[in-house]
């Protein structure tokens, strides 16, 4: 089975950076056979969509809300998928999740595209 590992969430700053990482494995797996996203869900709010490469790392989406600020990016050869987080507001805190989809031809939103979640990691942002 695939496994996500995430890291790199902790405590910042209000205007501050992190950079989340995302460690995949499995069986036989190949990382380029899956588009990648993040999203995020804090308390009492619904998950919602951040962020998402295509297989090869040729196209990108992100989210109104994280525009120009966030950028996804991925290694393949290293079987990982990164979320570089600039300019971070208060309302950025919450559990970031990476997930994987199996079927993508694109950058798929909906996390109900994807077929492998993290565990997630916390992000707080102090104001």
């Known amino acids: 089975q695939v496994q996500l590992v995430e890291s790199g969430g902790g405590l910042v700053q209000a205007g501050g950076s992190l950079r989340l990482s995302c460690a995949a494995s499995g069986r036989t797996f190949s990382i380029s056979n899956y588009a990648m996203g993040w999203f995020r869900q804090a308390p009492g709010k619904e998950r919602e969509f951040v962020a998402a490469?295509?297989?090869?790392?040729?196209?990108?989406r992100h989210a109104d809300s994280v525009k120009g600020r966030f950028s996804i990016s991925r290694d393949n050869a290293k079987n990982a998928v990164y979320l570089q987080m600039n300019s971070l507001k208060p309302e950025d805190t919450a559990v970031y999740y990476c997930?994987?989809?199996?079927?993508?031809?694109?950058?798929?939103?909906?996390?109900?595209?994807?077929?492998?979640w993290g565990r997630g990691t916390q992000v707080t942002v102090s104001s």
């Open positions: 490469i295509s297989r090869t790392g040729g196209s990108t």
């Open positions: 997930a994987a989809d199996s079927f993508a031809t694109g950058t798929p939103r909906d996390q109900y595209e994807y077929d492998y």
